[in-house]
């Protein structure tokens, strides 16, 4: 019998054993638990072209430590991948997300690895923390950064709240949000006195002073 049961694109039920399995191309969708309760799945590539991940696609594969998603992928339905606790590695659209830093993400955004899969695929529901790791590992990820582009100002309030510098210098680097931090610079120098997150302010106070300008010299001395 071939592992994989695929009709009209749809992987209805995978029916091997487990390992490292790499989905084949041509597949669309993953259908209702088709790998369910499969705990000798070591590891699943999902190919370019699959969209959705239907419910229950991978709930219960207790020796899943490693899924590769691609950036085709729209929709993770619920609980796609729950259940999976072993899970050690994700790589989503090119971000290599290890162990350490999903650990880290699970205990900052109190939610679990299926959760921030889905929050990288579908972002209404994202957490902030999640989406600026995402762009801490792949700057260049352009959907990841759409959405912090249409996000800006509340993003930037969330890296004062937590006084995160360093994600804030890496994204004054990058230059991919210079149009937006322009429009809202000044209320973010504001807010970073108000929170008493003197390395962001300082940091905010001199990109202004580089990139924009200062109207009044005497702005500068809010230092």
């Known amino acids: 019998m071939d592992e994989f049961e695929i009709v009209d694109g749809v992987l209805e039920k995978f029916h091997g054993e487990g390992g490292d399995v790499v989905i084949p191309a041509g597949v669309k969708k993953i259908g209702f638990s088709a790998f369910e309760c499969c705990p000798g799945l070591t590891s699943v590539v999902i190919p370019e072209g699959v969209t959705e991940i239907g419910k229950n696609a991978f709930r219960s594969c207790t020796g899943l430590v490693s899924v590769t998603i691609p950036e085709s992928l729209e929709t993770i339905t619920l609980g796609a991948f729950r259940g999976c606790d072993a899970l050690a590695t994700v790589t989503i659209r090119g971000i290599l997300l290890e162990h350490a830093t999903l650990d880290l993400l699970q205990r900052k955004c109190l939610i679990g690895i299926p959760q921030i899969i889905s929050q990288l695929v579908d972002y209404r529901a994202a957490r902030y923390g999640v989406v600026w790791t995402a762009f801490w590992h792949c700057p260049e990820d352009e959907r990841n950064n759409a959405f912090i582009r249409a996000n800006f100002e509340k993003m930037l309030c969330y890296l004062i709240d937590v006084k ?49 300008g200062f109207t009044d010299p005497t702005e500068r001395m809010k230092l």
Request: hydrophobic share 40%.
């Open 164 to 212: 995160d510098a360093l994600t804030l210098e890496e994204a004054l680097r990058c230059g991919a949000f210079d149009k937006e931090l322009k429009e809202c610079i000044d209320r973010g120098i504001e807010y970073a006195i108000a929170k008493g997150a003197t390395d962001i302010q300082l940091l905010l106070m001199n990109y202004k002073h580089d990139k924009i």
